[in-house]
């Protein structure tokens, strides 16, 4: 099978089970029922401390853990339900850069066949092309899928810290979105506006607590800083420590695909093919990318108004003071990301979160010392492999900025001013 056939989703399932990883608690389900909106039995995958060990049994314990969980947790699912792997697809996108994410789909084949498992199909797009592999249908469904799954994230985060009746904002939240996960696997979407609405009015009625709680930006490689799992809940972490947390959304990292095309075209290619080619990027980047992004949040507006994400040019451009945009991957976003959680958002620190010997992530840690000292906010970096508790580093740190808080009485107009 060539690697495009793998890539594109061409017609309907077929009665394949297609496994998508657990990436994140509202991203992963709203995908899975994008894909059973085509025809495809999509469910996701389950991790737990057995399932990461499964998955470091077949590897060689040097990759960084995205790769153990995710295989592991097919692994699992495979030996549970005993299904023929002919009508298993996993779906394991790629990346492009220095990041052995890129890496993962041809590892998880060689570990597939030694397993006896040669049937399997992996379906693997790549941010090389912005995941343009995917039939366009369905990609634009996916594109609503993430921007729907971080807003309803974002309701749970801006809410939870300061509800007044504990487990209020997660039942809420749980609600609305399992009608919006109905949505996605319908053929027709549209009800899916009226649903977050509907969504955003239910959260604004919960009753809140008149405080205000230091927020603290979470920033890093994606898999890791949205995987409840992996990063030991490090959201609620930080929430059960006296903070808000603000995680950089899903989104961000498909409109940096967007952008990224954009400068390599403008860089490497000439002429009028290529003018036109970078005309029809900034037309789909304005005309469906960042078109349905503003569409959504506006909905979202009552409750997220000032949890709004700052335009992916300018989220770079912070970034590129530190390192190169040529040096592809998640550095330069987590960079910029942080910066402007504390200069646009006024976050009071910064938690980067990144896997074990993940390349990336050893470059911002070497750098965020200096961005520390320029912006006068703690920065704490985090890498995870699954076992210990690498958060019990953030408890001087909050507790500091709690006793901060509480001495300057500071108040939520008051602080967005300071």
Excluded at 12 to 30: D, I, N
Excluded at 50 to 63: D, I, R, V, W, Y
Excluded at 79 to 105: D, S, W
Excluded at 349 to 378: D, H, Y
Aim: proline content about 7%.
């Amino acid at each position: 099978m060539s690697r495009l056939e793998e890539q594109r989703i061409s017609g309907p399932g077929e009665g394949r089970v297609l496994f998508v990883p657990p990436m994140e608690p509202f991203g992963a389900p709203l995908l899975a029922a994008v894909f059973r909106s085509v025809g495809y039995e999509a469910e996701v995958l389950q991790e737990t401390p057995e399932t990461l060990a499964l998955g470091l049994k077949h590897t060689s314990g040097g990759e960084c853990v995205p790769c153990p969980t995710t295989l592991g947790a097919l692994i699992k699912a495979m030996q549970v339900r005993q299904l023929p792997p002919e009508k298993v697809i996993f779906f394991m996108p790629t990346a492009c850069g220095p990041c052995r994410f890129g890496q993962y789909a041809k590892l998880d084949s060689i570990i597939f066949e030694k397993l006896g498992w040669s049937g399997i199909r992996i379906m693997s797009p790549s941010a090389e092309n912005a995941y343009a592999g995917l039939d366009d249908a369905t990609r634009q469904r996916m594109w609503h899928a993430i921007l729907v799954a971080d807003i309803f994230r974002k309701l749970a985060l801006r809410t939870r810290p300061y509800e007044k009746n504990p487990g209020e904002t997660d039942s809420v939240v749980a609600e609305w979105f399992a009608k919006a996960e109905r949505i996605f696997a319908q053929a027709d979407i549209a009800p899916i506006s009226q649903v977050l609405a509907d969504a955003v009015s239910a959260v604004r009625r919960i009753p809140r607590r008149n405080v205000q709680k230091p927020l603290v930006g979470v920033v890093g490689e994606i898999y890791v800083r949205c995987d409840p799992f992996i990063n030991g809940n490090l959201l609620r972490r930080i929430e059960d420590l006296g903070g808000e947390a603000a995680l950089a959304p899903v989104a961000e990292w498909i409109l940096y695909t967007q952008e990224l095309q954009r400068l390599i075209a403008a860089e490497r290619e000439r002429g009028m093919a290529a003018a036109l080619r970078r005309i029809r990027l900034w037309l789909e980047s304005h005309l469906f990318f960042e078109k349905w992004e503003r569409y959504y949040y506006d909905i979202a507006d009552p409750v997220l108004h000032d949890r709004r994400e700052p335009p992916i040019a300018e989220v770079m451009a912070e970034g590129m003071r530190y390192v190169p945009w040529q040096f592809e991957g998640e550095a330069v976003l987590t960079l910029g990301r942080a910066i402007l959680y504390v200069k646009r958002d006024r976050a009071r620190a910064i938690v980067n979160a990144s896997p074990m010997f993940c390349m990336p992530g050893t470059v911002t840690t070497s750098i965020f010392p200096q961005i520390e000292r320029e912006l006068g906010v703690p920065i704490v970096c985090n890498f995870y492999d699954g076992s210990g508790d690498p958060n019990q580093s953030l408890v001087p740190m909050m507790h500091y900025l709690v006793e901060e808080y509480a001495a300057c009485g500071c108040s939520s107009t008051a602080d967005r001013e300071r």
